[in-house]
């Protein structure tokens, strides 16, 4: 049965939740930079990354923290819950794959036979790091949550249906500026969720049960000195 690890009820459990937060982040940056390298297409939200990247000269992660930043600023207009974590999030996922691409652990990959392969792989990444990030319970992502705020504000329409919206409009700008779109884009569509279940399944996590503290809750816990 799930219980958190730690409730951020005093400064050294938010501390050690932040600190897990970002590891959790940077390990996740390897799995999309696994993504990447399997040279088959990638994730919605990395094609407007890449398009970014490409038309405007610029590194991945400064696109990344371009596009969360917006995106977190969006959430905070609609006066969305944030969590500390969400900043993390924004910034240290996309510098984390800047990181693994100035290193170059892994080639690019030349065919499907080993381009599937390290994009699974990279997926199952993202999938468990996913846990651990949610189990810091400092917020959900930048992403996430404005999918929630637009699926409250259709009314009637399904959730799904938003985030068909949402991710259908990220890769077409992204491809629009020369993202690329692939069958890779197609596998992380229809893998992605199934190996997330699969993952929080294998360590019997219910991500609906985290209760996230909001970034005002945790600073007020920080300066009470609690």
């Given at each position: 049965?799930?219980?958190?690890?730690?409730?951020?009820?005093?400064?050294?459990?938010?501390?050690?939740?932040?600190?897990?937060?970002?590891?959790?982040?940077?390990?996740?940056?390897?799995?999309?930079?696994?993504?990447?390298?399997?040279?088959?297409?990638?994730?919605?939200?990395?094609?407007?990354?890449?398009?970014?990247?490409?038309?405007?000269?610029?590194?991945?992660?400064?696109?990344?923290?371009?596009v969360s930043l917006t995106i977190l600023l969006i959430d905070?207009?609609?006066?969305?819950?944030?969590?500390?974590?969400?900043?993390?999030?924004?910034?240290?996922?996309?510098?984390?794959?800047?990181?693994?691409?100035?290193?170059?652990?892994?080639?690019?990959?030349?065919?499907?036979?080993?381009?599937?392969?390290?994009?699974?792989?990279?997926?199952?990444?993202?999938?468990?790091?996913?846990?651990?990030?949610?189990?810091?319970?400092?917020?959900?992502?930048?992403?996430?949550?404005?999918?929630?705020?637009?699926?409250?504000?259709?009314?009637?329409?399904?959730?799904?249906?938003?985030?068909?919206?949402?991710?259908?409009?990220?890769?077409?700008?992204?491809?629009?500026?020369?993202?690329?779109?692939?069958?890779?884009?197609?596998?992380?569509?229809?893998?992605?969720?199934?190996?997330?279940?699969?993952?929080?399944?294998?360590?019997?996590?219910?991500?609906?049960?985290?209760?996230?503290?909001?970034?005002?809750?945790?600073?007020?816990?920080?300066?009470?000195?609690?």
């Amino acid at each position: 049965m799930f219980t958190q690890l730690h409730e951020n009820r005093n400064t050294g459990s938010i501390l050690f939740n932040a600190g897990l937060a970002a590891l959790s982040l940077f390990v996740n940056g390897f799995g999309i930079y696994l993504t990447i390298q399997a040279n088959l297409g990638v994730a919605p939200w990395d094609i407007l990354n890449l398009g970014l990247s490409k038309s405007l000269g610029i590194l991945y992660g400064d696109a990344s923290v371009a596009v969360s930043l917006t995106i977190l600023l969006i959430d905070i207009l609609l006066k969305e819950p944030i969590g500390l974590a969400m900043f993390i999030d924004a910034v240290v996922v996309g510098k984390s794959v800047d990181f693994f691409n100035w290193l170059g652990p892994v080639p690019k990959c030349g065919s499907l036979l080993t381009g599937v392969p390290v994009l699974l792989a990279g997926l199952v990444i993202i999938a468990y790091t996913q846990y651990t990030y949610m189990l810091a319970s400092l917020g959900c992502g930048p992403r996430d949550t404005l999918l929630v705020a637009l699926a409250k504000r259709a009314k009637g329409i399904p959730i799904g249906a938003v985030s068909i919206a949402l991710l259908s409009t990220a890769t077409l700008i992204g491809w629009l500026l020369g993202g690329p779109a692939g069958i890779g884009t197609v596998i992380c569509a229809l893998a992605s969720g199934p190996i997330m279940q699969m993952a929080f399944r294998s360590v019997h996590f219910d991500a609906t049960r985290v209760k996230h503290q909001q970034i005002k809750d945790s600073l007020k816990v920080i300066f009470s000195h609690g």
